[in-house]
């Protein structure tokens, strides 16, 4: 089993939807939960981060962290077409140090018009 | 954030052959990493690159196979040696900015092909 799960997808929705990705874990260790954002041929672009259980907002998206289930959410509010992207959770265990991501393997989505 | 480049951005070896990967960063960081992806896996850990110590490997990397260069707080270099079809992959550096430990930022990866 591995220790990050994430549907790969892909995922596609008209304009304006509401997306909710999804990561599941294994590691009862992992404090910080963090999403990245990559286009295609791009490196991955941190989107959000947070830190143990709990919701954080940032204009249209949100990221849900529920430690009890080890599940963590990023819901994406009035989709657009430049959201098209492969999204990837990712956990660290550490918490000073910070370094080790464990990473999920990308949703695709693509926002259609 | 970081402006991370790498050098080259894509490149076509030889079976045999070795790549050596350029990363810099437009700042001063402790922490580099190197990551590989490979089509539906996840990003993988290759190895931690400090300044001024050796190179820490994940289990599954070795120091021969990928040998990493860490000169300078704004500069790495990852070379993969003896290169076998299986090595191709997205190669990618990142930077753990000073102070904010749990945020990585990446540089935009270097595409590698092995024939």
């Known amino acids: 089993q591995k220790e990050v799960e994430q549907d790969p997808g892909p995922l596609s929705v008209p304009e304006g939807a509401i997306v909710s990705l999804n990561c599941t874990y294994s590691n009862s260790a992992f404090q910080y939960f963090m999403w990245y954002r990559q286009y295609s041929r791009k490196g991955p672009e941190l989107l959000m981060y947070t830190y143990s259980s709990g919701n954080k907002e940032d204009g249209r998206f949100t990221a849900q962290v529920d430690k009890s289930s080890k599940y963590i959410s990023l819901f994406i509010r009035d989709s657009q077409p430049s959201d098209s992207a492969t999204y990837l959770c990712a956990m660290s265990a550490i918490g000073g140090g910070g370094n080790k991501l464990t990473f999920g393997t990308g949703t695709q989505l693509k926002v259609e018009l | 954030s970081a402006v991370i480049s790498q050098k080259p951005s894509r490149d076509i070896c030889q079976r045999g052959t070795s790549l050596t990967i350029q990363c810099q960063v437009d700042s001063q960081v402790t922490m580099m990493f190197w990551y590989r992806q490979q089509p539906g896996q996840s990003l993988t850990l290759i190895a931690t690159a400090n300044q001024g110590s050796e190179a820490t490997y994940e289990s599954g990397f070795v120091i021969d196979k990928f040998p990493i260069s860490r000169p300078n707080l704004t500069f790495s270099t990852l070379t993969v040696s003896n290169m076998s079809p299986e090595d191709s992959s997205i190669y990618l550096c990142?930077?753990?900015?000073?102070?904010?430990?749990?945020?990585?930022?990446f540089g935009p990866g270097t595409r590698l092909t092995v024939t």
């Open positions: 990142s930077v753990l900015l000073s102070g904010r430990s749990y945020e990585q930022y």
